[in-house]
């Protein structure tokens, strides 16, 4: 018998992830001892979705102050969380920090919290787990913040990664730490019902990515027990529910939440892929669960190259369709085209021949990613083998 999907969540190591209708008591819980609270929200979306009022509400009873900062963009910059930083630095030491919003504000509140404890800037742990590297052993580790997020996508609620945008470069870049996997989460469906149609679908593509990307990279089975089943699981539910979703079911919204944080879950233990690789730096240009998940299909059509990850393939033959990995390939995309996922990216007025050129360059100095991928790619023939993935992608 198939496990009721809020179990999955259960086995999330060492954070707490809980499934509610009303945040409020466990908010509460997490208030009582503070004089204050930190709160990030961007502009409009907290508010409109009521999760702005719910902190509020449950800020009050706690008999606490709320210190609220609501100045993130879509895509926050090194800028944003350094006003973040300060803001922090402002108020009272060791406030307990929400973050209530979809992937961008919980990055850039994790990014900033991070920043706060360490007195430096932001900038400096682009990378992989620069603070934990420096860490004293028993030092207790740092605060981190309380995600509440309002969108069903990124899984940034479960995730150690923080993206941030350098404008002086014009691109983004990764935060890979540790000591920023927030402390606690709350998954409020109802919040998400605020999405407009089409944030319904990039978000929820988005967490199809994390949990295919995931599925697929049979490198990464060691590092985690339970990355498969929650990868399978979370992958069932965004076919199962985010068509659904798209038409305004409140249980496939609540499922399309859960797959969310399987998603983010998964890419924890199990990193994304070529797809996030390639379109890591087109923000602005393209929403970046869409950009993903149309540059998966080629993607897997390159892993295919790799006889484990032909057989893994061949597991989902139960949720697409088909009696051979191209043919699964196939379902798997006319699934995207009946969600309304345009076939090329050619379609997108601001992606060009050029962009595409200059990514399979760009994105081949990155050796680390390359070799990790589910069929590793050789940095000698990078640029060929990006460039073939993007052309077929872009629709040459």
């Not at 690789?277 to 059509?301: D, Y």
């Not at 139960?318 to 996922?341: H, K, M, N, Q, Y």
Request: aromatic letters at 6%; a neutral charge.
């Amino acid at each position: 018998m198939m496990k009721r999907a809020e179990t999955f969540l259960a086995n999330c190591p060492g954070e707490r992830i809980l499934l509610c209708d009303d945040p409020r008591p466990e908010l509460i819980r997490a208030m009582q001892e503070a004089r204050e609270i930190v709160l990030f929200t961007g502009r409009t979306s907290a508010a409109a979705c009521g999760a702005l009022a719910d902190v509020q509400e449950a800020a009050k009873a706690a008999g606490c102050e709320v210190r609220h900062f609501d100045a993130i963009s879509p895509e926050p910059d090194l800028e944003t969380v350094r006003s973040m930083t300060e803001f922090l630095r402002s108020g009272a030491p060791g406030a307990p920090v929400f973050a209530a919003g979809g992937g961008s504000v919980l990055d850039a509140a994790k990014a900033a919290l991070l920043a706060c404890n360490t007195g430096r800037d932001a900038s400096g742990f682009f990378g992989v787990n620069v603070r934990t590297k420096e860490a004293v052993p028993g030092d207790g580790g740092m605060p981190r913040i309380f995600a509440i997020p309002t969108t069903s996508g990124t899984g940034s609620e479960a995730t150690p990664y923080s993206n941030i945008v350098d404008r002086r470069l014009e691109v983004k870049k990764l935060i890979k730490e540790e000591q920023i996997i927030p402390g606690h989460a709350c998954l409020v469906p109802r919040y998400t019902e605020t999405m407009a149609r089409h944030v319904t679908l990039a978000t929820g593509c988005d967490a199809l990515a994390h949990l295919m990307e995931g599925f697929l990279n049979t490198g990464a089975d060691g590092h985690d027990l339970h990355a498969n089943s929650w990868a399978k699981r979370g992958i069932e539910l965004v076919v199962e529910n985010l068509k659904r979703a798209l038409a305004g079911d409140a249980d496939a919204r609540r499922k399309m939440a859960i797959a969310s944080a399987l998603g983010g879950m998964t890419i924890r233990f199990k990193s994304t892929g070529l797809p996030h690789l390639c379109s890591f730096s087109w923000f602005g240009r393209i929403e970046h669960g869409i950009a993903a998940i149309m540059l998966l299909p080629e993607s897997w059509r390159y892993y295919l190259g790799n006889p484990a990850v032909a057989e893994r393939t061949m597991e989902l033959a139960g949720i697409f369709r088909g009696e051979t990995p191209e043919e699964i390939i196939t379902s798997f995309r006319s699934f995207l085209t009946e969600l309304g996922v345009p076939r090329k990216l050619n379609e997108f007025p601001d992606l060009s021949r050029e962009l595409m050129e200059k990514t399979a360059r760009s994105a081949g100095e990155n050796r680390m990613k390359l070799e990790l991928a589910p069929r590793p790619v050789p940095v000698e023939q990078s640029r060929e083998i990006l460039t073939g993935i993007l052309s077929k992608s872009y629709g040459d």
